[in-house]
């Protein structure tokens, strides 16, 4: 069986299955979980911090925007290095210290099946109870705001059918519907959503431009549960809607706040903050839909977040490659600092041909096919092409300015 109809027979199976867990959830359960573990490592006291759980990893790249060359620098939310002799807790025992005393800690989890370490206050995930289908729901506070992720299975062949119609397009070969990431003030009741239903409500209802060697069969690789039954009526119809599945989506905001977003392009993020060495206290990375295009590349919408006692930094990225055509990567950034209550959105769009990417990568890379399946890479060389910062401001103070 070839690898391209794999996603088809996936959903086959979905729709014929009985009674039972299917096969498919338990594998998701288990890939969920070890991706989960692999992602967040708590910090070791007994250690010197030879783990770097560096977020905001630097790398200074020319861009160009409008035509002018600047110097800016590429942030990061992962570049997690950890050193083989730290630990890597799977339950709540794991991450036991031999310490007699306890700290207080200036945040605390709300789920307790993810615990706060006595010692170091690190939040325990993933979940030591583990359930199927696959369910995590970590959510911690520190001071007046609430942090949650949601992560879910993929949608059920009936819910896929519900989102097509609803969407008026094909949805990516594997979506996570019902996972998502939230940030709330509970004092001013202001919150900001990542998920997936709004951020494809975003892909465009048109003819993309974009167009590979294999359009025809991809087109009709997405036709299995629609009336259309050629090619000829296939490329028409893909001719309806981004098959990219390119968003700008910058996060869902709460409407009936008192605080809204004000433009201020000359604020920059606080770098030699978020380089600094702090420890994390809560960290996640999770994606909320991708495709693989047929074989021709990939997009992918993921979400990574960490917080620490001060401040917590957000990243939503989209990330596209088109082979042999075009990549694409579109950043959003939610940083907080809890004290000040500041809340700033930085949104990114970058994007190069391929073959110019192609051509940086085999001047710094033995393996550049690696190198282009690594968004943090391919964001470093990326040319930037907008850029929008936004601060949230209180209603009423903006209209005393505009005044």
């Not at 027979?9 to 096969?23: E, F, Q, V």
């Not at 949601?150 to 819910?159: F, N, V, Y």
């Not at 025809?216 to 036709?223: F, P, R, T, V």
């Not at 839909?289 to 990939?298: K, M, Q, T, V, Y």
Request: net charge neutral.
């Amino acid at each position: 069986m070839s690898d391209k109809s794999q996603p088809q027979n996936n959903a086959r199976n979905r729709r014929s299955l009985g009674s039972g867990i299917p096969m498919i959830q338990v594998n998701q359960a288990r890939e969920m979980f070890q991706a989960t573990v692999r992602a967040r490592h708590p910090g070791n006291p007994q250690q010197p911090r030879e783990t770097e759980i560096q977020s905001s990893m630097m790398r200074t790249t020319n861009t160009t925007v409008g035509g002018t060359t600047t110097n800016s620098s590429f942030q990061d939310t992962q570049s997690v290095t950890v050193a083989t002799s730290m630990p890597k807790p799977s339950s709540k025992r794991s991450h036991e210290h031999d310490h007699k005393h306890t700290h207080t800690h200036p945040h605390r989890s709300n789920n307790p099946n993810n615990p706060n370490c006595g010692h170091c206050g690190t939040v325990i995930v993933p979940s030591p109870v583990a359930t199927i289908p696959a369910k995590d729901d970590p959510s911690v506070s520190v001071g007046d705001w609430t942090i949650t992720t949601t992560k879910r299975p993929i949608l059920s062949s009936d819910e896929i059918d519900d989102w097509t119609e609803k969407l008026k397009f094909p949805i990516p070969e594997m979506i996570f519907g019902h996972s998502s990431v939230e940030l709330k003030n509970t004092k001013t009741h202001w919150c900001i959503r990542f998920n997936p239903f709004h951020a494809l409500s975003q892909v465009k209802l048109g003819d993309s431009g974009l167009r590979v060697s294999y359009s025809e069969k991809w087109i009709n690789s997405k036709l299995k549960n629609s009336q259309v039954t050629n090619t000829e009526e296939g490329l028409q119809f893909g001719k309806h809607w981004d098959w990219s599945y390119t968003t700008l989506y910058n996060g869902t905001v709460s409407e009936d706040s008192e605080y809204k977003f004000v433009v201020d392009n000359q604020y920059q993020l606080p770098i030699e903050k978020l380089t600094r060495r702090d420890p994390i206290l809560f960290y996640d990375d999770f994606i909320l839909f991708e495709d693989e295009l047929a074989d021709n590349g990939i997009s992918m919408l993921s979400i990574k977040l960490r917080v620490m006692a001060e401040r917590l930094l957000l990243l939503c990225r989209f990330f596209l490659r088109v082979d042999e055509v075009l990549f694409k990567i579109i950043d959003t950034r939610i940083y907080v600092e809890f004290n000040e209550d500041l809340v700033v959105r930085e949104w990114k769009y970058m994007e190069d041909d391929y073959k110019t990417v192609l051509n940086k990568c085999r001047l710094n890379s033995n393996d550049p096919k690696k190198s282009l399946r690594d968004s943090n890479w391919v964001a470093s060389v990326l040319p930037l092409k907008e850029r929008v910062c936004e601060v949230l401001r209180k209603k009423e103070d903006i209209e005393e300015v505009v005044e």
